[in-house]
């Protein structure tokens, strides 16, 4: 469990912190508790989250990273379809951290076969492995600030959250993939996962791949750096109390890009996600800084009329 917690976003009383400190350690306590609904794991279930556990700590210790807690398969909730969408309340969604209560649900059902549920499991618990700040508003309620790359500023202003999501998402998804790639041999050994599987469709935000793809190549001709190296700087940032490794991609293209890769996956309505995710592969593809400009002035003005339309 997380002894502690940093909160960010104003000047706290210390009886705020100590307060909301204690709430996110009891919290936490009570995630291991069952939840109504759950399914009870079956033995192979319990192999795959040990596992799943084991792996995601070998990967830290490889990037120099102590895990921030220790790994409890307790706060895992697994669950079958219909149970899953009657307590998240999100037909669209396979599985869900939260880091304020510091637990990980999944639908089984949907994870289909072990190489999906192994994707599924590690990339919910990179968010829970990631770097965590919380803030308190004024009706001393506690929310997260910060999963990962993924950013809430609201008591900056009100368009300020989930910043980065889009980002840290494919991340997460990219980490997950070299994670199940480096415990291939292992996989297939115990549980016959394929490598076959292991590149098809198991992953959730793998369509964004192409734009980290732009990222990473251009970054690393620019540092004379291989593409594994910049990913590993991308890679730490997700567990580091900084992101400031992604200022490597401004200096790469230019003033505003950051503010442009923020946006990924800003918006509330899918198509318009899907037109603005378009329009930001064709800013970070592009050679020309020039052009890439104009793109990036038409890629904010898109995105300010469609968050105005739902304001």
Do not use: C
Request: net charge negative.
């Amino acid at each position: 469990m997380k002894e502690n917690f940093n909160f960010i976003g104003r000047k706290y009383e210390k009886a705020e912190i100590e307060n909301a400190q204690s709430a996110l350690q009891e919290w936490s306590r009570d995630s291991i508790q069952r939840i109504s609904g759950e399914s009870e794991k079956t033995p192979k279930e319990i192999k795959i989250i040990n596992a799943v556990g084991t792996m995601i700590e070998t990967e830290l210790r490889t990037l120099g990273i102590m895990p921030n807690r220790s790994f409890d398969s307790n706060k895992i909730h697994i669950f079958n379809t219909k149970e899953y969408q009657e307590y998240i309340g999100d037909k669209n969604s396979k599985g869900e951290y939260s880091s304020t209560l510091d637990s990980i649900i999944i639908d089984k059902e949907i994870s289909q076969n072990d190489a999906r549920l192994f994707s599924i499991l590690i990339h919910e618990n990179i968010h829970q492995a990631s770097t965590q700040k919380f803030y308190i508003n004024k009706d001393q309620g506690i929310f997260d600030s910060r999963v990962g790359y993924r950013i809430n500023s609201e008591w900056k202003k009100d368009d300020r959250k989930n910043r980065f999501r889009g980002f840290n998402e494919v991340m997460v998804d990219a980490t997950t993939f070299k994670i199940l790639m480096n415990n291939q041999e292992y996989l297939n050994q115990e549980f016959g996962i394929t490598k076959e599987e292991l590149n098809g469709p198991i992953f959730s935000y793998m369509d964004k791949a192409p734009i980290l793809d732009s990222i990473l190549k251009k970054v690393a001709v620019d540092n004379n750096k291989t593409l594994a190296e910049v990913f590993e700087i991308f890679e730490k940032g997700q567990f580091e109390s900084t992101i400031l490794n992604l200022k490597v991609i401004e200096q790469s293209f230019g003033s505003g890009s950051l503010q442009i890769l923020s946006l990924l996956d800003h918006l509330d309505l899918e198509e318009d996600n899907l037109l603005l995710q378009s329009k930001i592969l064709n800013y970070f593809s592009e050679t020309d800084s020039f052009k890439r400009s104009a793109m990036g002035k038409d890629i904010l003005d898109f995105y300010n009329q469609k968050s105005h339309l739902l304001s």
